[in-house]
Structures are given as structure tokens and as C-alpha cells.
């Protein structure tokens, strides 16, 4: 195995073990054609492009021969498929598997000589194939998902009905292929359920910041006893299961008449989202240099005019990170949405959606809910995700 040349075609066997799986993949759900990978020629045809680019022919040239390679070791039929059915679709996808060879092969194998290798040439060849395998595999586990999802919401009765496992875009309906959503927001009060959690979760994340800030800043700066008790302590509460808990909650809420109100949930949210904030806070606030706010009281500010002037303009970075981390809970929040609320008229969005899941609607509808309830969050998870990090390391730093 120490041989670049064994190396080489080892890796490249691999490769196209994983790039046939997932263009064949792709392939099957975009068009709905019923083809299927070849393992044991993929095998032999990653080999083959890996000992191309081991050669060091000119990318062009590598490319040429590993599609000769490919059609002639699949005896023309790349996807297990004739070539005369959907041939423009199934040589679109060989272009694109033939790239997807040579391009990354040409990068994993880079500097691995066709000799005997060191035991530093060896680890990286080893380090960037499974670098990229990790990228591939980990992005399909998310992708393939969410593409399943959307593409069913997009569907219609009679299709879902002729082939379930069909997730090609109807492109003949034009905008009725976005009827559901229509349907979800006209007839099943959708828009009221964004609204509704979107008052939830920015109060929830109001009431958190409001107990957590000063809990937080007194846990990382002020001197009481057992303070590092309560440091280390913070997230014990999550050792208890949340459903442990549902019962007492359902019990008590009814008692109090909160059960089925938006009031209730204001009141439990920010109890589950609580000490995770205080403990992200409390690792920033601890990070932060003491001799600014120790120059702030000698300049006569009180400790709160320290806290307001000083530390939180110092702190917004972990201030949007929890914000963010809080929003995205309440957002999802399902279980104590669907214990403490039966009206339908003040559902959150989950609740919603779970309301969705009924023999009598059909389930385009509830992929279309769990879109609706999915993009909001995402998009601005991606928009804010580098608050999000940051926050998040600044309150794993143990004081």
C-alpha cells in the first residue's frame, strides 16, 4: 500500500465508488429515469482515472480518457441504462461523473509519486481522500433530505400517487407546482403560525437576554460563595429529559389556566433556553479585559452604567450568537408547543406543521409546511452563523 501506483488506484477505486453513488443518486431523483450505480465497474473505472492523472497527462487529456474508459468498461451503458433512453440526460451526467473523477483525484493525488512513498506522502494522499469523502458524504446527508422535501411539496396528487419515488420537477404545471403553499397559507392559517412564532421566539430571546446578561456578568465577575459551584453547575439542567418534565408542566399549567396561551410558552421557553445563554455569556464576559470596566468605576460609573456603557457594546458579537442560538430554539420548539396548546388559532408554526400530519391532507401539504418552517431558520443561520461560532467558542473557554 506504500506504493504510489497500489495507493493511487486504491484511492481512486474508492473515489469512484462514492462519485457513482451519488451521481446515479442525483441522476434517479432529478429525472426520475430508472438508473442505477455499477459498484464493481466503478471500481475499476476510479482506478483507471487515478492512474490518468497519476500520469500527469494534461487535464484535457485526462478527462478524454477517463470517458473513454468509463463507456468502455460499462459496455456504453454508464448507468446501467441504454444510452438511447434520455441519452442527453445520461451524457450530461457521465460528463458530470467524469469530473468529478478527474478534477478531485488530480487534487488528492497530488505530489504522490509512482514509487515507493514516505510515511508523510502516504498519511496526506490517505488525509485529503478522506477530507473529501467527509465533504461529500456529510453534504449528501443534508442535501438529499431537504431536496426529498422540496420536491414533494412541489408535486402533485395525481404524480405522488403514479410514483412516490419520483422527484423530478413537473415543469409542465408551471405555478401550480406551487399550489400547496397557496393552499397552506389561504386555507390552513399558516401565516398566522409564522407570526405567532415569530412573537415567541423574539420575546423568548428578549426574556433570556434580560435574566441572563446580568446572571451571566455576576457569575464572571463578582466574588460570592459558591460561585464556582454555579459556574460549572449551569448546565446540570439539561441532564433532566425534557419529557420528564412535560407531565408536572401540563399539570401546573392547567391549574393556573396558562395551559392553551401564549403566555404559558413565554413563561416556559426562556426557562429551557436560559441556562445555555448563561453559560455562553458568562465564558464571553470572563474573556473580556477587567481593567476597562475597573476604569470605568474609578470615572464614577456605577456598576450598571459599567455593564450598559461598557460591557455589552464589548460583548455584541456573543449578544447575537446567543440571541441567534435562543431564536433557533424557540423557532423549533415542538414538544411543549404540542402539549400545552389545542387552539388552532394559536399554534406556532411546529404545531402547525404536525397538524399537517393527517391521512385526510395530502403530503405535499406537510412538506410544504416543513419548508415553510425550515428556509426562515436556515437563512438566517447562514446569515449570522459567524456570530454563531464565535459565540459559541467564547463560551466553551473554562475560567
Not at 284 to 304: N, Q, T
Request: glycine share 6%.
Amino acid at each position: 500500500m506504500r506504493h504510489g501506483l497500489l495507493l493511487s488506484s486504491v484511492i481512486g477505486a474508492l473515489w469512484g465508488l462514492v462519485m457513482i453513488t451519488c451521481v446515479t443518486t442525483v441522476l434517479a431523483f432529478t429525472t426520475g429515469l430508472p438508473v442505477r450505480p455499477l459498484w464493481l465497474v466503478a471500481l475499476l473505472q476510479g482506478a483507471v482515472a487515478a492512474l490518468v492523472v497519476q500520469r500527469g497527462f494534461a487535464w484535457p487529456l485526462a478527462v478524454g480518457l477517463t470517458a473513454i474508459a468509463v463507456l468502455v468498461l460499462s459496455l456504453l451503458e454508464p448507468f446501467a441504462l441504454s444510452l438511447e433512453l434520455s441519452w442527453k440526460t445520461q451524457v450530461a451526467g457521465m460528463v458530470v461523473y467524469v469530473l468529478s473523477l478527474v478534477f478531485p483525484l488530480r487534487k488528492m493525488l497530488e505530489d504522490v509519486p509512482a514509487v515507493l512513498l514516505t510515511r508523510h506522502q502516504f498519511e496526506e494522499a490517505i488525509i485529503r481522500f478522506l477530507t473529501a469523502f467527509g465533504y461529500v458524504f456529510f453534504t449528501a446527508m443534508v442535501l438529499v433530505p431537504f431536496y426529498v422535501m422540496v420536491m414533494t411539496s412541489l408535486k402533485g396528487q395525481q404524480a405522488l400517487l403514479v410514483n412516490p419515488l419520483d422527484y423530478s420537477v413537473e415543469w409542465d404545471r408551471g405555478w401550480d407546482m406551487f399550489r400547496s403553499y397557496y393552499e397552506l397559507f389561504t386555507q390552513f392559517n399558516f401565516g398566522s403560525y409564522l407570526l405567532i412564532s415569530l412573537f415567541v421566539s423574539v420575546l423568548t430571546v428578549l426574556i433570556t437576554l434580560v435574566f441572563s446578561v446580568p446572571g451571566a456578568y455576576a457569575i464572571a465577575r463578582l466574588r460570592f460563595r459558591g460561585q464556582a459551584a454555579m459556574s460549572r453547575s449551569i448546565l446540570l439542567i439539561y441532564m433532566v429529559p425534557l419529557i420528564v418534565l412535560a407531565l408536572p408542566i401540563y399539570i401546573g399549567f392547567s391549574m393556573l389556566g396558562l395551559r392553551n396561551t401564549l403566555t404559558g410558552l413565554l413563561m416556559i421557553y426562556p426557562v429551557t433556553t436560559f441556562p445555555v445563554a448563561l453559560y455562553m455569556l458568562q465564558g464571553y464576559f470572563r474573556d473580556l479585559p477587567a481593567e476597562v470596566e475597573e476604569a470605568g468605576l474609578m470615572d464614577g460609573l456605577s456598576r450598571l452604567e459599567v455593564i450598559w456603557k461598557i460591557t455589552l457594546p464589548l460583548a455584541r458579537p456573543a449578544l447575537a450568537s446567543v440571541s441567534l442560538y435562543v431564536f433557533m430554539i424557540a423557532w423549533n420548539e415542538f414538544l411543549l408547543a404540542f402539549m400545552l396548546l389545542d387552539d388552532p388559532a394559536k399554534f406556532t408554526l411546529t404545531r402547525g406543521v404536525a397538524m399537517l400530519n393527517s391521512s385526510e391532507i395530502p403530503r405535499q401539504h406537510l412538506m410544504a409546511g416543513a419548508v415553510i418552517a425550515t428556509v426562515p431558520i436556515m437563512a438566517l443561520f447562514l446569515f449570522l452563523e459567524r456570530f454563531m461560532t464565535k459565540g459559541l467558542a467564547a463560551g466553551s473557554v473554562k475560567g
